[in-house]
């Protein structure tokens, strides 16, 4: 997948705890590694943002085993529920979360604040040899569906990443997001190809550590979803000392407004290039990004990435063709034999539509419309337009014959007869309910499920 050699001298991974890895050491460490596992096998990581868990992937993915990635916040029965579907060969795991779950394993290595764990009495499955990474779709909630990624869709999103990115050796990308997701993943997948340097941190961007971290480092890129950019104005990004900073992403769903004019007016200020993205973990991270030049197309996320191909169906649905689309997805042990089952095809389920000028804008979700008096109603739209019309956070969902108006804050009844107007329903279609707290997501998106 990498060539290590070609960069040995170069630096690879500068973590939070002072450590720094160069190429020629990290290629080390992989085949050091290799000796502990030395057939083709599953194995399960439950991830976090160290040296440690990194290394480990990447022996995975270089030495031929399987990596089911199951983010470190799992919960006890999660975890469990994880190993009894998918019966991984071996489990990379930190010390102390295996205590009272796998029993059925033991411990061959030691590893900085690790343990892998090998299974006493295998279970004998196949796995396809096209087969390279398990990324969960549901980490934090406990579903074991899993999306089944290639080889090739991992080296055919990397390559399309280094081309409009234009990454170089001097690239500095710092790592903050769970190993886990497939965002993450896509930085590290496409830095290590170039022979650039993977910044790792389990800071968070609300800790001046982390921000200090950035700095020292001399961060070229900061990536990030839409409550990253909003916690960023809140934290007066803007102020910060950061002459390195080359670049900034998004990618997870749309800016709201008041975020996209304050990272255009700090793209402005500070010569700092941003690119809005669209993808899913089924396409291994990258569909389509909105190039720096055009961030007046607000909203937009632009145009396909190398190599791949957008349209939208007769529905309205963004389909996706390319090498990146993953082979399908998997929900135990026995789906791991299976090869590619979409063919380079991947129905999104998002509603989008193209400009005139052939940029891309996501309108909806397929599962994020309901039938209503007889009307078909985009619930991202209605909460779009809300946001708009109000200047506030709002969020919309739905129950029977009812539209929920939801938000932290007290919002006038006037606004019912807004709605009944703008959206042509009556008033008794809607209703307005204050909420404490927004649930999220781990991954800082609102969870719509428990809202």
Same mark, same amino acid.
């Given at each position: ?24 050491? *990290? $290629? ?13 096998? *599953? ?94 779709? &549901? ?8 999306? @089944? ?9 990397? $390559? ?24 993450? *993943? ?10 650039? &340097?993977?910044? *790792? ?14 700095? @020292?480092?001399?961060?070229? &890129? ?31 769903? @749309? ?112 599962? @994020? ?8 109603? $985009? ?62 997501? &781990? ?9």
């Amino acid at each position: 997948m990498w060539d290590f050699d070609k960069y040995k001298n170069k630096v690879a991974v500068i973590s939070d705890k002072g450590q720094v890895i160069s190429y020629g050491e *990290l $290629n080390n460490r992989i085949r050091k590694i290799k000796d502990c596992i030395c057939d083709r096998a *599953l194995v399960a990581i439950v991830c976090t943002n160290t040296v440690s868990c990194l290394v480990f992937y990447l022996s995975c993915i270089e030495n031929g085993m399987v990596p089911l990635m199951i983010p470190e916040s799992v919960l006890r029965e999660h975890l469990k529920k994880y190993i009894d579907e998918y019966r991984p060969h071996y489990c990379y795991i930190p010390n102390g979360k295996e205590v009272g779950i796998l029993d059925s394993y033991e411990c061959v290595m030691q590893d900085q604040g690790y343990v892998l764990l090998k299974r006493k009495q295998r279970t004998e499955y196949v796995i396809h040899e096209s087969l390279a990474l398990l990324l969960l779709t &549901s980490g934090s909630t406990g579903g074991a569906k899993a999306v @089944r990624q290639s080889y090739k869709n991992i080296q055919s999103n990397a $390559n399309s990443i280094v081309q409009y990115l234009n990454l170089k050796q001097t690239e500095r990308a710092v790592i903050y997001m769970p190993l886990c997701y497939t965002y993450s *993943l896509s930085i590290i997948h496409s830095h290590l190809l170039v022979g650039a &340097s993977i910044l *790792l941190t389990e800071y968070n961007v609300l800790q001046k550590e982390f921000w200090e971290f950035f700095a @020292r480092h001399k961060a070229t &890129s900061f990536s990030g979803v839409p409550y990253t950019y909003e916690l960023l104005r809140k934290i007066r990004f803007d102020r910060m000392h950061l002459p390195y900073l080359r670049y900034m992403t998004q990618a997870g769903g @749309r800016l709201k407004e008041c975020e996209w004019e304050y990272i255009e007016q700090y793209s402005k200020t500070h010569s700092v290039l941003f690119y809005s993205m669209y993808g899913q973990t089924e396409a291994t991270a990258r569909i389509s990004y909105l190039p720096w030049q055009k961030m007046n197309k607000r909203g937009s996320v632009g145009i396909a990435v190398p190599e791949t191909i957008v349209t939208i169906d007769e529905y309205g649905e963004i389909i996706v063709k390319g090498n990146h689309v993953c082979l399908g997805y998997a929900e135990n042990y026995k789906d791991l034999c299976m090869g590619d089952e979409w063919h380079g095809v991947l129905h999104t389920g998002d509603i989008g539509k193209y400009d005139k000028d052939g940029y891309l804008y996501i309108t909806g979700r397929n599962n @994020r419309y309901i039938k209503m008096f007889g009307k078909r109603i $985009n619930l991202d739209e209605v909460e779009h337009q809300l946001t708009l019309h109000l200047k506030r956070e709002v969020f919309v969902s739905a129950e029977t014959e009812k539209i929920l108006i939801i938000s932290v804050e007290k919002l006038g009844h006037q606004l019912v007869d807004w709605c009944a107007k703008t959206f042509h329903l009556p008033q008794r279609a809607f209703e307005i309910i204050k909420r404490e707290k927004i649930p999220r997501k &781990s991954n800082g998106k609102v969870d719509y499920g428990k809202l």
